[in-house]
């Protein structure tokens, strides 16, 4: 099974990394382990994920994970200095494992590095290139990774056969005593994965050693190499996962163990089955999915088993101290028990040391008398072992057991004192059995609360946006796809790029409003549609803001509106002439609609006129314009569509990201209209 991405695969899937980040603001970044997520988020293209594993890979993800809801350290201070910063570049650094991200603003920019050959590192440098936090630190050879230390690029390994052509193949290997994948890994900067592509391609075996090789085998590597060159600077032609499918009788669902992740149909991988993708990044987020540990019920479940284990440490401690009161009763009783059966010795002990502390002698005095005593064979004397003077205490050996006693006291009041220590120590048993029994009660709760899964836990993916969805958009009642820019920029772009002969232009009468324009593929649009597209033009332009009931639009056909401005005037970037007769619509209401359409287990939003959403949604809530805050506002529009579904489905909800709900809103606040 591969381990980790090459640095082929690092160089072909860099063009979708750098589509999707450069220009891109970092919202926010997770840490799972060893797995770092960057939320991404462009204004005209809504946000991404960009994963990166130091030692193994860096991709655009899918999966839907559950944030820590404290980061690591080193996650906070990544936080710190590159959120909410742009993306100014994604590079390779040359044909080596190790991809840098330049991110900064107006005053200042870092370099986060990540380096995934070996253990791997991510580290952030500071504006002059210095380590300002590394993953981890290490002193090598050829370069140190300290704090402070200027960061070196690991020395070049190998000839880049990607850029260079001042190198001749049989000259590289001639004095080689290897075979030919080990020969061709360690001479030229590419993986073993990639040298046996090479070999497979040229029809030699990769175990043949480079002393063996034929005048003819040398030529043919030199032809596979050039055709796998000419694969890579193709790029992700066919991007796939290998497979190796070999079904066992014995077990009904079978699942195929997972070989590889390619770019490209290799020749190597020929004989196996193979599952393809539209990006690479999505090939290579398949292949490593995501660990049960980062999905929620995991996380649950984990939470679950933290409290669980707690509860039960106190279990142990309560059954600890129930132990020691019991020992502290028995104590107790036996030390009451053996002051009655010697009452008139012990008698005896405490008034003749008490009568002597009377008369002044020092407690010294008193220990050597004693002593005396037990050299002439005193039988009270023999039976103390030691006097405690601060605590006024004296202990005497009773039947084997050394029992302490308070010279203030008399023989009976000893004894009455231990019998009442015992029963505090049995009452104090009883309260802690009751304890004991509530935590196990919470203990038994806590398991019951987590019902395990019957199935296995099929990882959440954020669903892929169609190409509209960058814009504002609804389908009308009729099914008409009907866009609308998102600022002056947007605009352009929807009205350049994606207006066609056949299609309607719309603009609300009022300053700020989007261009908006419905998709004809072929058969016009009837008076419905044109008076929808009119109150989306309305709606989602200022006068939501302002606070406005309605307003007036019009339409025109796209002969109509030009992007050049007469002669000798000039013409605002996103502006528009109109030409010819605008075709008004009057008194357009203000009125929204937020509605789900429901695809196999997903969930899309989509917002728009209410007449329209509820012919094309499953449900729907209405709002209206208003103070309320628009987090607050996208809250509230979540519960009442939780509320609207039914309770089986309700979770399809939760797995909306709250931006997405947010794009579909008009600027300004709002709220749910009950």
């Known amino acids: 099974m591969k381990e980790s991405m090459s640095n082929v695969d690092l160089r072909i899937i860099l063009p979708e990394l750098k589509e999707v980040a450069e220009g891109a603001f970092i919202k926010n970044i997770y840490q799972y382990g060893d797995v770092f997520v960057l939320k991404l988020y462009r204004p005209s293209g809504g946000t991404s994920q960009l994963l990166i594993q130091p030692g193994s890979r860096a991709h655009l993800t899918e999966f839907r994970r559950v944030a820590p809801r404290v980061p690591p350290k080193f996650c906070a201070v990544l936080r710190k200095y590159l959120r909410d910063r742009r993306i100014h570049s994604v590079t390779q650094h040359e044909l080596d494992r190790i991809l840098v991200l330049e991110v900064g603003d107006e005053e200042k920019s870092y370099k986060l590095v990540a380096e995934l050959f070996g253990n791997g590192n991510l580290l952030l440098l500071d504006p002059e290139d210095n380590i300002f936090v590394a993953r981890r630190y290490k002193k090598m050879r050829d370069r140190d990774i300290m704090p402070k230390a200027k960061y070196l690029f690991p020395p070049p390994r190998g000839v880049d056969v990607l850029t260079s052509d001042e190198y001749k193949l049989r000259d590289l290997i001639a004095d080689s005593k290897a075979n030919m994948v080990r020969t061709l890994a360690s001479r030229l900067n590419l993986d073993s994965q990639s040298c046996e592509e090479i070999c497979a391609l040229a029809g030699v075996a990769p175990t043949t050693k480079a002393v063996d090789l034929s005048e003819q085998n040398i030529v043919d590597l030199e032809t596979g190499l050039k055709k796998f060159i ?302 929808e597209a009119a109150q989306f033009a309305v709606t989602f332009s200022r006068a939501w803001q302002d606070g406005l009931s309605g307003g007036d639009a019009f339409w025109l056909s796209p002969e109509q509106v030009s992007f050049s401005p007469p002669s000798g005037e000039y013409l605002p970037s996103g502006a528009v002439m109109l030409y010819g007769t605008k075709n008004y619509i009057r008194n357009v209401p203000i009125n929204l609609a937020v509605g789900l359409i429901i695809e196999d287990e997903q969930a899309i939003p989509m917002s728009g006129p209410p007449i329209a959403v509820e012919a094309r949604c499953d449900v729907f809530v209405r709002v209206v314009p208003a103070d309320r805050k628009k987090g607050q506002l996208v809250k509230e529009i979540v519960s009442a569509l939780k509320r609207a579904l039914p309770e089986d489905r309700a979770y399809l909800v939760d797995q909306i990201q709250q931006e997405d709900i947010m794009r579909v809103l008009p600027s300004g606040g709002g709220e749910v209209k009950t």
């Not at 077990?251 to 290799?266: G, K, M, N, Q, S």
């Not at 023999?382 to 006291?409: G, K, N, Y």
């Not at 019998?419 to 009883?430: T, W």
């Not at 059995?433 to 609360?449: C, D, P």
């Open 230 to 531: 000419v694969k890579v600077k193709d790029g992700s032609t066919k991007p796939c996962i290998v497979e190796d499918f070999e079904p066992d009788d014995d077990v009904e669902e079978y699942e195929p163990d997972l070989v590889a992740f390619t770019p490209f149909e290799f020749e190597m991988y020929h004989e196996f089955t193979h599952r393809c993708f539209d990006s690479f990044s999505q090939s290579v987020d398949e292949f490593y999915g995501v660990l049960e540990t980062e999905q929620e019920d995991e996380v649950e479940q984990s939470a679950l088993d933290k409290e669980r284990k707690r509860l039960q440490k106190i279990v142990e401690k309560q059954e600890e101290g129930i132990s020691r009161l019991a020992k502290k009763a028995e104590k107790g009783k036996r030390k009451g028990e053996l002051v009655y059966n010697h009452f008139q010795t012990v008698q005896e002990v405490l008034e003749t040391v008490s009568s002597t502390r009377a008369n002044g002698l020092s407690w010294s005095e008193i220990m050597r008398i004693i002593e005396e005593g037990k050299k002439k064979g005193n039988p009270s004397a023999l039976l103390i072992t030691r006097i405690v003077p601060s605590q006024a205490e004296i202990v005497v050996h009773l039947q084997d057991v050394d029992v302490s006693l308070d010279i203030r006291l008399n023989a009976q009041d000893n004894a009455s004192k231990a019998y009442d220590q015992a029963k505090k120590s049995r009452a104090k048993i009883k309260g802690a059995e009751i304890q004991i029994t509530k935590t196990r009660t919470k203990i038994e709760q806590l398991v019951a609360s987590f019902v395990e899964p019957t199935t296995k836990k099929t990882p959440i993916k954020f669903r892929k946006k169609r190409w509209y969805e960058k814009f504002r958009w609804f389908l009308s009642s009729e099914g008409f796809l009907i866009l609308g820019g998102r600022d002056a920029k947007s605009n352009e772009h929807l009205a350049k790029k994606h207006m066609n002969a056949n299609d309607v232009f719309f603009h609300a009468s009022v300053h700020g409003a989007p261009y908006v324009i419905i998709k004809v593929p072929d058969k016009a649009p009837s008076e419905g549609t044109l008076e």
